[in-house]
T-cell receptor, first 114, second 115 residues
Framework: AQSVTQPDIHITVSEGASLELRCNYSYGATPYLFWYVQSPGQGLQLLLKYFSGDTLVQGIKGFEAEFKRSQSSFNLRKPSVHWSDAAEYFCAFEMTSGTYKYIFGTGTRLKVLA | DTEVTQTPKHLVMGMTNKKSLKCEQHMGHRAMYWYKQKAKKPPELMFVYSYEKLSINESVPSRFSPECPNSSLLNLHLHALQPEDSALYLC??????????????FGNGTRLTVT
């Protein structure tokens, strides 16, 4: 079955520290992968996407993610977290056939300590 | 600023009311979506419109009625809702559905409370 797993429900980091949010997917083909961020009371904003090519992709707000096919992973990283990064982060993939639906992970809530 | 605009931002309605949620995008996208999001959960797909035709209905109860008057507008008509329908309703658009490499662009949502 198609699914996205974000193993960490909550993560707390200090401002200025590095960050890695984990994402693993289960899909029978190479998916199209995304990371979205959602601030409280807001919609989802696209941080970055991976379709093909270089497996290290750069996004907005200083985020990057690395696609590892062998591990079925697409982890999100940021070298130095800012207080404004506190939000909910969703990993998702788009099915590449059939309904072309998006499958979302359950999200990781990031808290940033001053 | 989001390029998908949703109104109203907040809505409180009784179980016998009829109300509508509105969504507008001017990016030339040909696919539009309604998602429902409960607190601390990911968005759940409700409907997909592709080229103004309903292409996916995720077995949503008939008290939710979508409408796509043109390629820029998407409405969600609400009638006889239940308290458990209280949620954040998100509209999204993409260049196309049924085609990959077409990221979703979300609006900021309508926070719906059913009393």
């Amino acid at each position: 079955a198609q699914s996205v797993t974000q193993p960490d429900i909550h993560i707390t980091v200090s401002e200025g520290a590095s960050l890695e949010l984990r994402c693993n997917y289960s899909y029978g083909a190479t998916p199209y992968l995304f990371w979205y961020v959602q601030s409280p009371g807001q919609g989802l904003q696209l941080l970055l996407k991976y379709f093909s090519g270089d497996t290290l992709v750069q996004g907005i707000k200083g985020f990057e993610a690395e696609f590892k096919r062998s591990q079925s992973s697409f982890n999100l990283r940021k070298p130095s977290v800012h207080w404004s990064d506190a939000a909910e982060y969703f990993c998702a993939f788009e099915m590449t056939s059939g309904t072309y639906k998006y499958i979302f992970g359950t999200g990781t809530r990031l808290k940033v300590l001053a | 600023d989001t390029e998908v605009t949703q109104t109203p931002k907040h809505l409180v309605m009784g179980m016998t009311n009829k109300k509508s949620l509105k969504c507008e995008q001017h990016m030339g996208h040909r696919a539009m979506y309604w998602y429902k999001q409960k607190a601390k959960k990911p968005p759940e797909l409700m409907f997909v419109y592709s080229y103004e035709k309903l292409s996916i209905n995720e077995s949503v109860p008939s008290r939710f009625s979508p409408e796509c008057p043109n390629s820029s507008l998407l409405n969600l008509h609400l009638h006889a809702l239940q308290p458990e329908d209280s949620a954040l309703y998100l509209c999204a658009s993409s260049q196309h559905h049924w085609r990959v490499n077409s990221p979703l662009h979300f609006g900021n949502g309508t926070r719906l409370t059913v009393t």
